[in-house]
């Protein structure tokens, strides 16, 4: 993988462990310690003015930086205190650090907090492992404005779930890469600003410790290219099943299909025919020849069974798709069909659940959604796209990526239906499930940031052109 694309690369917690563990047989742990104090010391200089600050260290790893920074800190003529919720392991790295601190220390409780106007919070980083509660849960709650080093102390580095207590702060600094805590909720909201720092980790020791975990954004894929020599076929053709009763469901899954850039799109509607043809633009073919007809056209690889569906309707069609070895985007009825029965889902190649669909037909996911969404991906051997503020690309081969590139204007009906469409034309133009979906659910969301601050569903299709152009130039620039 090219070096931008493995930016991307998310370690969780237990990971970012080993990574350090790698990178210490070429840079010293007390090195990369004074790197990550010193990058703290910046971001807080470029992020308030000179102020009274406050230090609150813990007795690990993540203590140990906060002594950097508040030592740094110190030198640059800022008034710093530090509090030490214990003292670091004797002669590990951290009481090394905290040896070079010879400025003011100040008890760990909440009356000294009051005194500050800054607290910096160095007491438990990404790999906390137990809830935040009682005296250091009231600290940190006293804090007037907070800045993290890491994560906030009670955010779950590997879920961004609260453990107990967390605090919100202004502005988190961690280092080499984020972590899936920093992307996913609620962990991305009290993260606030988040500064990824390099502070020497070799690339190779990310690589050598088997992450599957990536951010989602264009360089992890590339859209397919469209050439002179493109044509509406090798475009890709996308066949959407339409119901008797929900027409609009897909009609917004076409216009997703369209706008992304399927050469050509179908609705297969049966009886409903006349229904669909009076409110369909033109280049939208509505077909009412039976199913079993439809799929004697091998250039009809991909369809989308579920927007506007009835249980009944996807009962009817879901299995002759599968049947027939064709790509299925399931989404919407899809998930009444198999609701507490998963295994109805097998054969999809995609399946796009939001949270509630999710719960219905796998259980209630819990605090680590992404454990979750990879072991539906393994049960039903199809991507699963858990829909939401932070949706979440699993395939079944354990790869995840976490998109936060989106808008809370995704939260509007229809929404769900332009996805299954955008999915369908990235699996019609040659793109593999997985990234294909990932490349769709970030076309969506950077389709509804041009949309503007109240778009309705309608309006997402139209600004997916340039959602696609913006991610053809990102991902070239990033493979270049």
């Known amino acids: 993988m090219n070096d931008a694309a493995y930016r991307l ?22 090195t990369l310690m004074e790197h990550a104090g010193r990058a703290v010391e910046r971001a ?15 007795p690990g790893n993540n203590g140990g930086d906060g002594y950097v920074a508040a030592r740094r800190l110190a030198q640059a003529g800022w008034p710093v205190s530090v509090a030490a919720l214990a003292p670091p392991r004797p002669a590990g790295d951290a009481a090394a650090a905290a040896a070079l601190w010879s400025g003011p220390v100040v008890p760990f409780d909440v009356a000294q907090v009051g005194r500050f106007d800054l607290v910096i919070d160095a007491v438990f980083g990404a790999g906390l492992s137990r809830a935040v509660e009682g005296e250091v849960a009231d600290v940190l709650r006293a ?24 605090p919100a702060a202004e502005l988190t600094v961690t280092f080499c890469r984020p972590r899936p805590g ?26 050598q410790v088997g992450v599957r975990t990536w951010r989602n954004a264009p360089g992890l894929w590339q ?15 996308v066949s959407i099943c339409g119901g008797a009763q929900m027409p609009g469901a897909a009609r917004l899954s076409a216009a997703g299909a369209r706008g992304s850039g399927a050469g050509l799109v179908r609705l297969a509607v049966g009886g409903a025919a006349d229904l669909y043809r009076m409110q369909v633009p033109a280049g939208l073919i509505v077909d009412a020849a039976p199913l079993t007809d439809l799929l004697a056209d091998a250039r009809r690889r991909v369809w989308v ?50 949270a509630g669909e999710f719960a219905r037909v796998f259980g209630h996911p819990g605090d680590d959604r992404l454990a979750a969404a990879r072991a539906a991906a393994v049960l039903i051997d199809a991507v699963v796209v858990m829909k939401g503020p932070d949706t979440i690309i699993a395939a079944p081969d ?35 499930a997985w990234e294909g979906a990932c490349a769709a659910v ?13 778009p309705i569903a309608e309006q997402f299709d139209l600004h997916l052109g340039e959602a696609r152009a913006k991610a053809e130039a990102e991902g070239q620039k990033k493979h270049g």
């Open 143 to 166: 804090a007037r404005r907070l800045i993290a080093i890491d994560m906030p102390t009670g955010v779950d580095g590997a879920t961004g779930a609260v453990r107990g207590y967390a």
């Open 9 to 30: 690369l998310l370690p969780d917690p237990a990971q970012m462990g080993r990574v350090d563990a790698l990178a210490a047989r070429v840079v010293p742990i007390r």
């Open 182 to 207: 920093h992307l996913l909720l609620p962990g991305r909201e009290l993260c606030g600003r988040c500064e990824v720092a390099d502070i020497g980790i070799p690339e190779n020791a990310v690589g």
């Open 442 to 454: 970030w076309l969506h969301g950077e389709a509804a940031m041009r949309a503007g601050p109240w």
């Open 44 to 58: 807080v200089r470029r992020h308030v003015r000179p102020c009274r600050v406050l230090v609150l260290c813990g």
């Open 223 to 237: 859209v397919p290219h469209c050439g002179v020599e493109s044509y509406k076929y090798s475009r890709g053709v």
């Open 305 to 354: 069974c579920g927007p506007g569906l009835t249980v009944e309707e996807v009962g009817s069609v879901f299995p002759v798709l599968v049947e027939a070895g064709r790509q299925v985007v399931a989404d919407a009825g899809a998930f009444s069909m198999a609701a507490g029965r998963p295994g109805l889902l097998r054969g999809a190649a995609v399946v796009t659940p939001h």
């Open 398 to 432: 354990g790869r995840v990526a976490i998109n936060d590139h989106a808008t809370p204007a995704l939260g509007t009906a229809g929404s769900g239906d332009t996805l299954s469409g955008i999915i369908a034309a990235m699996l019609a133009a040659g793109m593999p």
